[in-house]
């Protein structure tokens, strides 16, 4: 299946100096789906309009600031007409985007979205469960600690959402990265432009609670990803919480419109389908190192096969004779379960390593969890023959 009857001409285009203003008048009057933003004839990136309501930023500031092109600034996807949707969806894992330019030869023919994707594929989706392909590797928050840790998890793991829990571990909300901007927004609204460092100090120190939305949309790990894709489109989120009853108590997992798109992109060659989110970063690495490391470590557990095997860079700003910090996050999908590991490093290579290691810790750990169940099975099938 390829995108020809998914992707849309429903763009506008303008220059990179073209101020906010102006596109904002253009959503107002045209609605295209998008605005495609060129620079002398170079793609430079997408706005969507809910990525312009989320950026926050002021009228008179250049449509090139909040351009949806890759959050590493990396070089845009661009596809062309006729690509297949597996390939698109790889595309756009990899840039950490949600829409890019369609391409008939050398000129922009139009654009597609994810959730156009989604819409066209969603009727696939009902043979795939959500515990297939869903994150159980959640990070939480409990009711009573502050935004200015969760702003901490959130960026330490790469993750948009928190699901918080009550004392007694039950789920009771979440909370977004959308959450903190839209409070921190109001919040300088409402007290003006003047020095605000005792103000921030006072919204770091605010309870999640306050911000959490509740109730929480939450879905099972037996119901089909076509259910959670629709439940995803009927409430205008890109994430559900996965719990273990519908009841909706104890969080089990995530799974979000990206893990979606990054299954779609799943191949059933041999080879194990490394992805790698913000390629851009690798720098000496390559796809194939980076394969070659991890079979290497999951060869030391022989009854554990690689089915899929994501890899994340993140970049921050602080840097190191010029090479910037990385944050690397590992995750394999195999035969025994999901495992992880991440780590932060100078450069690419220091960071994958920093994070193959804790992702060796946690697969001989996995290793010995297994052996333990094996001896105990064997220790109560003898007792039962005394």
């Not at 922009?108 to 979205?113: E, M, S």
């Not at 918080?164 to 409070?183: R, S, W």
């Not at 120190?205 to 879905?219: A, E, G, H």
Request: aromatic letters at 4%.
């Amino acid at each position: 299946m390829d995108i020809t009857n998914i992707a849309v001409q429903e763009f506008v285009e303008v220059e990179a100096d073209t101020r906010v203003s102006k596109v904002r008048s253009i959503f107002d009057r045209e609605n295209p789906k998008g605005v495609v933003v060129m620079d002398d004839g170079e793609y430079v990136g997408i706005v969507a309009e809910k990525h312009l309501l989320q950026s926050h930023v002021e009228d008179n500031t250049k449509v090139s600031a909040v351009v949806g092109s890759s959050r590493s600034g990396g070089k845009p996807p661009k596809v062309t007409r006729y690509d297949d949707v597996r390939e698109v969806c790889r595309m756009l894992v990899e840039a950490d985007v949600k829409i890019a330019p369609v391409y008939e030869g050398e000129n922009l023919w139009g654009i597609v979205d994810a959730d156009d994707i989604l819409h066209a594929v969603k009727e696939n989706l009902r043979a795939i469960d959500v515990d297939d392909i869903a994150s159980t590797s959640v990070v939480t928050m409990l009711e009573d600690e502050h935004v200015g840790k969760a702003i901490n998890r959130l960026r330490e793991n790469g993750i948009s959402r928190l699901p918080i829990l009550n004392e007694t571990g039950e789920l009771t909300g979440i909370i977004t990265t959308n959450d903190i901007v839209e409070f921190v927004v109001r919040d300088e609204e409402r007290q003006g432009s003047n020095d605000r460092r005792g103000d921030t100090d006072r919204m770091l120190d605010i309870p999640v609670y306050d911000l959490m939305s509740s109730p929480v949309q939450t879905i099972t790990s037996g119901e089909t990803v076509e259910e959670a894709v629709a439940r995803m489109f009927e409430n205008n989120i890109s994430g559900l919480v996965v719990t273990a009853t519908p009841s909706g108590s104890e969080v089990v997992g995530v799974i979000t419109k990206t893990d979606v798109l990054r299954a779609l992109t799943h191949t059933e060659e041999e080879s194990m389908d490394v992805q790698i989110t913000n390629v851009n970063l690798l720098d000496t690495l390559t796809r194939e190192d980076i394969g070659a490391d991890i079979t290497s470590v999951v060869d030391k557990f022989q009854e554990m096969n690689v089915l899929h095997a994501h890899v994340r860079f993140t970049q921050h700003k602080e840097k190191l004779r010029g090479t910037p910090l990385l944050r690397c996050q590992l995750r394999l999908r195999t035969t025994q379960g999901q495992v992880a590991g991440s780590g932060e490093g100078y450069g690419a290579e220091h960071a994958f390593h920093v994070a193959l290691d804790r992702l060796e810790r946690n697969v001989l750990e996995l290793k010995g969890v297994k052996a333990d169940e094996e001896y105990r099975g064997q220790l109560l099938r003898k007792l039962n023959q005394l």
